[in-house]
């Protein structure tokens, strides 16, 4: 055989090849197509579950085998959820307003917004009204303390 023959074979066999798997390729799909199920009935409702048990036992089987976690054991003791004793909110610290002072032996303010209260009050230094003791009454305001809160009063000039 001539040295040609094999050169001049292979030189024809690889783009015929070529040409082939091209059109294999096209003609061929990459994904195998997607079989169909058979049609779902839905169950109806005068079927019933079709599980045994109910919701509940199905929570309780999840939280008690601990699903979700890659070793299926319970977390360690220091990391379980405990439960917090919910308390309600403090009460809204009321909005005081001084309405006015009076001078004299023993001073006295016009104070309005004591909680439980309607309109302004008449108070005097170690009166408590509402919780809220009035601490100081001088010329320049009102203190009053209650509620982890300490009010400095002022007169508002119009």
Not at 122 to 127: L, P, S, T
């Amino acid at each position: 055989m001539n040295p040609s023959v094999p050169v001049r074979l292979a030189a024809w066999t690889f783009p015929v090849l070529g040409v082939v798997a091209l059109l294999g390729a096209g003609v061929l799909p990459v994904v195998s197509p997607v079989r169909t199920a058979e049609p779902v009935s839905l169950p109806s409702p005068g079927d019933g579950p079709r599980t045994p048990g109910r919701l509940d036992s199905v929570a309780s089987t999840v939280t008690e085998h601990d699903l979700f976690r890659r070793s299926r054991r319970p977390a360690p003791a220091g990391t379980q959820a405990t439960s917090v004793a919910m308390t309600p909110p403090p009460p809204p610290k009321p909005a005081l307003q001084l309405v006015g002072l009076v001078a004299g032996a023993k001073p006295t303010a016009v104070i309005a917004g004591f909680p439980g209260t309607t309109g302004p009050r008449v108070v005097r230094v170690g009166e408590v009204i509402s919780g809220l003791r009035v601490r100081r009454i001088g010329t320049e305001g009102v203190e009053v303390a209650g509620m982890d809160t300490t009010w400095l009063l002022t007169v508002r000039k119009p």
